[in-house]
């Protein structure tokens, strides 16, 4: 059953309009004429506003992507090409005696190294092997006695376990908050795409608004000439008087001055709709409004319960929470006692001949143990403390007027389009009545049986009508989109959008 609206738009459509031949179109249009979901496909597939939404997108997988990398073992391969130096040093000698002696080296050095966060652990373990080569510069006469020109220092293998104690765990923190950003960054891109879609959606209905309300303006136009023409007959014979004459040629003035500005209108409107779809093409959009609006129910609270389940507001919620639990941990942890404690095992060997350098490696030990801990700060530690506390409890605060906002949000969402269906049943009865009220009034008038004043009366009702049942078709589809996007979830299809 085709709508009241678009059996009055074709009513009204002049006749050289409909013998026009549809205009070609682009090539990334689906058909000469689009429907509002071909025109929200358009958008979503090659809109600027699509487009920096996917890109935003992807760069969040990206970051995921390389944050996951980073958790795997890293190879590392650095060293020092040249490191001279020339003059008197501090040298410690035999017997624990400290000389001054003069020096003329270069040292150079290279090394390989496999590190691994462990992120529940805090600690860090790293496998290498180094070589290094030193050139003495130094004559034997300045020397004082022979001197050896180049020596070679290895150590083949290095094993080295970095532990701290009583630190905040930084990475095992990013891991939490980055699972969390990575599930965000998805539901904020659909819901960017159901932005798009309201916003097309919009557009595609000022669009239609525009083109409808040009059909009316000229058909009204039409109308008061016709009737201007008739006014003036009736006059010059005397059957009516000069002011309903004047009031007819000014309803015909005004009539024209709608019918200008209703071009200039549908002109801008077709050119926010092409913005939208990234169109450009000087060809007219031909636009097919939907015959009738989907009829499912829509349960207030099954909507709420999508919305907690879908929206990225509980996900911000979830990241808001964990940050300022980081917070409160990182500065309990860094005004207290704290430790590094490094310790390797490994081989090591020096010649004055590289392949000698790897001959019968020597065992080698170290372990290091660095401690911290203020003394007096002030009061500085607690008042760190006292403040990452006050920001978990506004955090707090914060995340729950959003999750009750979300929850209010999606159960009106649910309500207004159960509603908005409502109202564009009952405009598009008004519609039809206000047009066959003045078609009846048209006809009356002009056999002399009602006065111009109760003409122009329906005449500006049957506008009023068709003005309200474009705007509740535009309410109706908002409201749809809005439901779709606070919840992420296709109540019509019954599944969550993906």
Sequence with gaps: MKSPILALALAFAPAAIAAQQPAPTTSILPRDTITLQDAIAVAQQRGLAADAARNGRDAARARDRAFGARLMPQFALGGRAANYQKGIQPYLGQGGSTQLITTNQNQSDLGLSVSQQLPWTGSRLIVGSQVTRVDNFLPASTAGGPVTPQVWSTRPLTVTLEQDLFKPRAMLWDQRQQTVVESMAE????????????????????????????????????????????????????????????????????????????????????????????????????????????????????????????????????????????????????????????????????????????????????????????????????????????????????????????????????LQLTQSRRMVLLSAKADTVANKRFDVAKNRYIIGKIGISDLYIAQNEKDQALTAYVQALRQYWTNYYNLRRVTLFDFEKGKVID
């Design 187 to 414: 539901r904020v891109y659909l819901e960017s795409r159901e932005d798009v879609a309201a916003n097309t959606t919009q557009a595609f209905f000022d669009y239609f608004a525009a083109q409808v309300a040009l059909d009316n303006a000229s058909t009204n136009a039409a109308v008061n000439d016709t009737l201007y023409t008739l006014n003036n007959g009736r006059y010059q014979v005397g059957k009516i008087g000069e002011n309903d004459l004047l009031q007819s040629e000014l309803a015909l003035l005004r009539s024209r001055a709608s019918l200008d500005g209703a071009k200039v209108e549908r002109d801008r409107a077709e050119a926010a709709l092409k913005r939208l779809m990234n169109v450009n093409t000087a060809d007219t959009l031909k636009i097919v409004t939907p015959s009738d609006v989907p009829s499912f129910d829509v349960d207030p609270e099954v909507a709420v319960k999508q919305a907690l389940s879908n929206s990225s507001v509980i996900e911000q919620n979830e990241f808001d929470a964990l940050g300022a639990a980081r917070r409160v941990n990182e500065s309990k942890l860094n005004n207290r006692f704290n430790a590094t404690v490094s310790a390797s095992y490994g081989y090591n060997q020096s010649a004055t001949v590289f392949g000698d350098a790897y001959q019968a490696p020597l065992p080698s030990q170290s372990l290091s143990m660095q401690v911290s801990m203020p003394v007096f700060q002030w009061g500085g530690g607690r008042a760190d403390v006292e403040a990452a506390r006050m920001d978990e409890a506004r955090i707090t605060a914060n995340t729950r007027a959003r999750r009750e906002k979300l929850e209010e949000d999606a159960r009106f969402a649910a």
